[in-house]
């Protein structure tokens, strides 16, 4: 099976600029149900990922005081990514391997096509 035959490969994946602030970023993560946000530049390529983890430590590190920091101080910027042409399984060994959950899809130009999460696969090697 490849990415591209999944959900996760059609749907529109929630973005925020880095130079937004984590209260704007805890706003996007609340109202769209999702637990992780690409970071994208100007240009609308991937530039990193924030996750309610990476929040959640924060705010313990900051003891609460974060609301105005700047998405890109502490987003993960070596993403790492996967493609449509991807077998998903192999994709899910990657993904356990470096302890994601999610995973952004990009196509050959760099450009954001959709976002793959755990959840995904499990529900696709439940259908299978």
């Known amino acids: 099976m490849k990415i591209r035959d999944l959900d996760a490969s059609h749907r529109e994946p929630i973005k925020i600029s880095a130079d937004r602030i984590m209260e704007d970023g805890m706003r996007r993560l609340l109202d769209n149900k999702v637990s992780s946000l690409i970071v994208v530049d100007s240009d609308n390529k991937p530039v990193?990922?924030?996750?309610e983890r990476d929040i959640?430590?924060?705010?313990y590190r900051f003891?609460?005081?974060m609301m105005d920091i700047r998405i890109g101080e502490h987003?993960?910027?070596n993403l790492v990514v996967c493609h449509p042409d991807d077998d998903l399984d192999d994709t899910a060994r990657r993904m356990l391997e470096?302890?994601?959950r999610h995973m952004p899809i990009t196509d050959e130009?760099?450009?954001?096509?959709?976002?793959?999460?755990i959840r995904?696969?499990?529900?696709?090697k439940l259908n299978d």
Not at 56 to 59: K, P, Q, R, T, Y
């Open 48 to 51: 990193g990922i924030i996750t």
């Open 56 to 59: 959640f430590h924060l705010a």
């Open 63 to 65: 003891r609460g005081d």
């Open 75 to 77: 987003m993960t910027t």
């Open 98 to 100: 470096k302890k994601f």
């Open 109 to 117: 130009q760099n450009n954001l096509v959709g976002m793959l999460s």
């Open 120 to 124: 995904d696969i499990v529900r696709a």
